[in-house]
């Protein structure tokens, strides 16, 4: 089973003060990997790094904004500087706003656009520029793993989040293409995936799926009605396909985009 070890791989996380992000990182701390935590937020990171400390592993924690290039060729420039190489990224920054999800009674005509080109961006660009500058040192090593998050709403229409919908189906198409243009130019040692996680309760979604009294929004209710598993996903449960896919048993996996969605993808709801 050695094959799906990850110890002693250098991982660069973005968005690593985050739910998911931190998630994942503890996941691969506890799996022996080398984590470099990126957020554009201080505070958070060092707590983020502090915690990933505790748990005996080694990481740092480096400011980083997914959506400057310069930014991230700093990042990159300290990792290869400290340990040499880059060889798995993972590309978690992203999420929703407010003023990009529309509200039962609005329609799309109602939508910020300026909160539309944030979210578009983040999610979108904030995959391809880390790609571009982590990936880089990859080409140069012919090796390496990426791991983006594309979400359910690249696989069929999900209401009110026009944003972030189109935002992650280009997520999922730019996997594609760039786990082509990767093996195609550089060889099989670089591999580019994605996980698209079904519906997990956290801070972003929390106001839509849950009421302040603790029961199930309608929305909450038409997920589950569709979900054969009949339950919202832990963050955890994230954790081991993302592994699997950083790992050499996933070493002929490129290209694919991994549905962790209790069947939501899979069910017509009927």
Known sequence: MSNFSIAGKVAVISGAGGVLGGSIAKSFVQAGTKVVAIDIRQEPLDARVAELLALGGEAIGITGNVLDIRSLEKVAQAVVARWGRIDILLNIAGGNLPGA??????????????DWEKVT?????????????????????????????SSMAAYSAITRVPGYSAAKTGVSNFTQWLATEMALKYGDGIRVNAIAPGFFIGDQN???????????????????????????????????????????????????VLPVDGGFSAFSGV
């Open 206 to 256: 929390r106001a839509v799926l849950i009421n302040p009294d603790g029961s199930l929004t309608d929305r909450s209710r038409k997920v589950l009605a569709k979900t054969p598993m009949k339950r919202f996903g832990d963050i955890t449960e994230l954790n081991g396909a993302v592994q699997f896919l950083c790992s050499e048993a996933a070493g002929f996996i490129t290209g694919v």
């Open 101 to 114: 999800t529309l509200a039962p009674d609005q329609d799309f005509f109602d939508m910020n656009i300026v």
């Open 121 to 149: 961006s983040l999610n979108l660009n904030g995959t391809v520029y880390p790609s571009m500058v982590f990936g880089r040192v990859m080409a140069a090593q012919k090796k390496g793993s990426i791991v983006n998050v």
